[in-house]
């Protein structure tokens, strides 16, 4: 059949197809991202970096680009990993804010928190309410709580040594980081370290940022997951309603306490905000309360549990940089408390050190270049475009950080710029940790106490434990693979 000017249908479908490559292949080279460097595949898809994020393997493999492309790589059509400690300060200021990229409400679905929120007035709002209770003056009324909470976990430790002939420090760091959040958030905790057994709770907390990673990426399946069930996908928002349903408990406990001891009851880490939604409902419904607590127990356990594990590992592992801290540890005082770690410069070493070889957070964090785009570490990149900067890869730079995977708190006693700028275990600028003071009380108490009491601590191999078990998984949060950790101190 002729159709138009002699030509067959047949062929002008493989015109039409012709056509439609070929327009196909223009945007995608037209992308000003191609100029970038980069393997080829980035620029045409973003499938091999979902690929990776379904592996627990984002961060390696964005890592292994930097290794191969440099310090600006393309990671995918729409994305640039950076590891530049300039252009780094850059992406996370405070002020001519890159905000936070759609990843963070696909990855906590559902109401915004202060966390995820990508709207600036929210995010002010929220955080102006939260700031004082967390920051290091604010937390210093909750110092005894903190130090029960560690005392406990090494009483459970020592128990479990005498009945196992070894203990689980992941287990009992995780219990200590639960029920610390929640004690201070709603001012009862979750009694982990009292009924000492894993819970739907604890097994949820331990799912939470799996579940978020594979939202983020997978946003379209997210969606169909309400119309056709996909159990691993669907697991996701059931751990996120059962949160929500924990949040809703916790929250009620603490307007409890409120109720009967009135203005008298112990601050917590949320009173302020509590505040706000009993003095003008208007401007903070208790919707918003509970989705920044469930914030709170998200992000305040997990992160601690997993650097905390690691540093005892890894002291465990390395009896010289345990002797050392031993010999200074045996400088404090009887009864001494967290004022007297903080003046410890080792200890504080060694924490910054776990924080960057082990950083909970190792993966990219996601921002939007401004309009009008910027420039970042020598390459142009337009409005609009994503940049992250990972955790990962800043930490293992060469030229900033010498033979980057030796673990060598001494590196920290004179930082240079560079180290101090590409150090980024808490993120930056005005999305930076909000527990940050709160997580280094836990990690200075727990490593002071641990170490004093069990001063012959070394790795254990009971029941099969061996490094491979400490090899790390990372969905979008870090932590060992088996989830357990055995050491012993006889
Ligand atoms: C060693 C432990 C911790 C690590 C490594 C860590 C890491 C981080 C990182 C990297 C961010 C920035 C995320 C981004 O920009 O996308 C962040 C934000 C946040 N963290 Fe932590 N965190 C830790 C402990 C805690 C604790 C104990 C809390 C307790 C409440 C907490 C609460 C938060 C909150 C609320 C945010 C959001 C801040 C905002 O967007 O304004 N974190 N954390």
Request: charged share 25%; hydrophobic share 40%; with cysteine.
């Amino acid at each position: 059949m002729e159709v138009l000017g002699g030509l067959e249908s047949g062929q002008l479908l493989l015109i039409a197809v012709g056509v439609a490559i070929l327009g196909y292949t223009y945007t995608i080279l037209s992308n000003p991202l191609a100029r970038l460097p980069g393997p080829w595949y980035t620029l045409w898809t973003e499938t091999i970096l979902k690929y990776n994020v379904v592996r627990g393997q984002r961060p390696q493999w964005v890592h292994s680009l930097h290794e191969k492309y440099g310090t600006v790589v393309r990671i995918t059509p729409k994305e640039v990993s950076i590891q530049d400690p300039n252009a780094v300060q850059q992406m996370y200021q405070i002020k001519g804010e890159f905000l936070k990229s759609q990843f963070y409400e696909v990855f906590l679905p559902g109401n915004k928190n202060v966390f995820s929120t990508t709207d600036v007035n929210y995010h002010r709002r929220h955080r102006k309410l939260l700031a004082s209770e967390i920051s290091e003056s604010g937390l210093a009324v909750h110092r005894p709580t903190v130090d029960d909470k560690v005392r406990m976990a090494i009483e459970g430790m020592a128990e479990e040594m005498e009945k196992r002939g070894a203990t689980d420090v992941y287990r009992w760091s995780l219990y200590m980081a639960t029920d610390v959040i929640g004690e201070l958030s709603f001012g009862s905790s979750f009694r982990m370290l009292e009924s000492r057994e894993e819970t739907q709770y604890t097994r949820d907390l331990k799912l939470i940022a799996f579940a978020g990673g594979l939202r983020s990426t997978f946003p379209f399946l997210m969606k169909v997951t309400k119309y056709v069930p996909l159990p691993v996908l669907s697991i996701g928002t059931q751990i996120r309603e059962r949160i929500r349903v924990y949040a809703t408990q916790a929250l009620s406990r603490h307007y409890k306490i409120v109720e009967e001891q009135g203005r008298n009851a112990k601050p917590t880490l949320l009173s302020k905000l509590y505040r706000a939604t009993e003095d003008d409902k208007d401007m903070l419904p208790f919707d918003e309360l509970r989705e920044d607590a469930m914030a709170y127990i998200a992000a305040g356990s997990d992160t601690t549990t997993n650097t905390l594990t690691y540093l005892i590992w890894t002291l465990c592992k390395h009896p010289d940089i345990k002797a050392k801290l031993l010999a200074e540890l045996n400088t404090l005082p009887d009864g001494f408390t967290d004022l007297d770690l903080k003046k410890l410069p080792y200890l504080d070493h060694v924490i910054q050190e776990t924080l960057r070889l082990h950083s909970a957070a190792p993966s990219g964090l996601p921002r939007v270049v401004p309009q009008g785009g910027a420039t970042l570490a020598g390459h142009f990149i337009p409005g609009g475009y994503t940049v992250s900067a990972q955790a990962y890869s800043m930490h293992r730079n060469p030229a900033v950080y010498p033979e980057p995977l030796k673990f060598d708190p001494s590196r920290w006693e004179n930082p240079t710029r560079a180290m101090k700028d590409a150090f980024v275990p808490f993120g930056g600028g005005s999305r930076i940790c909000l527990g940050l003071h709160l997580a280094k009380m836990e990690l200075r108490l727990a490593t002071a106490r641990l170490f004093t009491r069990f001063p012959n601590a070394t790795v254990s191999h009971l029941e099969g434990f061996t490094d491979e078990d400490m090899v790390p998984i990372m969905f979008f949060l870090m932590k060992p693979k088996s989830q357990r950790c055995l050491i012993d101190a006889h």
